[in-house]
């Protein structure tokens, strides 16, 4: 027996406030509030709101808070493996690990944010409040965790499979 969900679809959208817009709207609504987000954390909450609401499901169905790293640890590593290294592997008939691997890293960054944001909330919500860092620093720090994983991810694809389609592209 399949359990009912916490909320529908279109309450996980209008919680991100992404109701009623047309695709091209969504996407660009997408890239202006993940990057502009203020977290790591809040960064992944914003991205594709689409996938995030399957993955919210699997979220609660692993436990959700109660057992928030695992459950957060294996979403991630999920998606990196299955919706990514996965579509690679079946178009181009090559092994990577590239995504599973970036997503890993994510997954880490992800829980030790939340855990120190967890522990500082008093100084998060001054930081919050006084906004003291322009919108500019944000979206740098989003795309910096975002690219430093991923570039580890290829090295680190590179060493295992120096052989896949994905590494050739790099000699």
């Given at each position: 027996?399949?359990?009912?969900?916490?909320?529908?679809?279109?309450?996980?959208?209008?919680?991100?406030?992404?109701?009623?817009?047309?695709?091209?709207?969504?996407?660009?609504?997408?890239?202006?509030?993940?990057?502009?987000?203020?977290?790591?954390?809040?960064?992944?909450?914003?991205?594709?709101?689409?996938?995030?609401?399957?993955?919210?499901?699997?979220?609660?169905?692993?436990?959700?808070?109660?057992?928030?790293?695992?459950a957060i640890s294996f979403i991630f590593i999920t998606s990196g493996f299955v919706f990514h290294d996965l579509v690679l592997l079946l178009v181009t008939g090559s092994i990577s690990i590239v995504f599973t691997v970036t997503f890993a890293i994510y997954s880490?960054?992800?829980?030790?944010?939340?855990?120190?944001?967890?522990?500082?909330?008093?100084?998060?919500?001054?930081?919050?409040?006084?906004?003291?860092?322009?919108?500019?620093?944000h979206v740098m720090v989003n795309m910096t965790l975002l690219a430093l994983p991923l570039a580890a991810g290829f090295f680190i694809n590179f060493l295992v499979f120096p052989h896949s389609v994905i590494s050739r592209l790099f000699h």
């Amino acid at each position: 027996m399949l359990l009912k969900p916490a909320i529908s679809f279109e309450q996980y959208l209008k919680r991100r406030d992404y109701t009623f817009l047309s695709f091209d709207q969504a996407i660009f609504k997408t890239i202006r509030k993940s990057f502009s987000q203020k977290s790591f954390c809040g960064f992944w909450r914003m991205w594709n709101p689409y996938s995030g609401y399957v993955f919210f499901l699997l979220y609660s169905l692993m436990g959700g808070n109660r057992k928030r790293p695992l459950a957060i640890s294996f979403i991630f590593i999920t998606s990196g493996f299955v919706f990514h290294d996965l579509v690679l592997l079946l178009v181009t008939g090559s092994i990577s690990i590239v995504f599973t691997v970036t997503f890993a890293i994510y997954s880490m960054i992800f829980n030790i944010e939340h855990r120190m944001l967890a522990l500082g909330k008093g100084v998060n919500s001054y930081i919050s409040r006084k906004n003291l860092f322009p919108l500019k620093f944000h979206v740098m720090v989003n795309m910096t965790l975002l690219a430093l994983p991923l570039a580890a991810g290829f090295f680190i694809n590179f060493l295992v499979f120096p052989h896949s389609v994905i590494s050739r592209l790099f000699h």
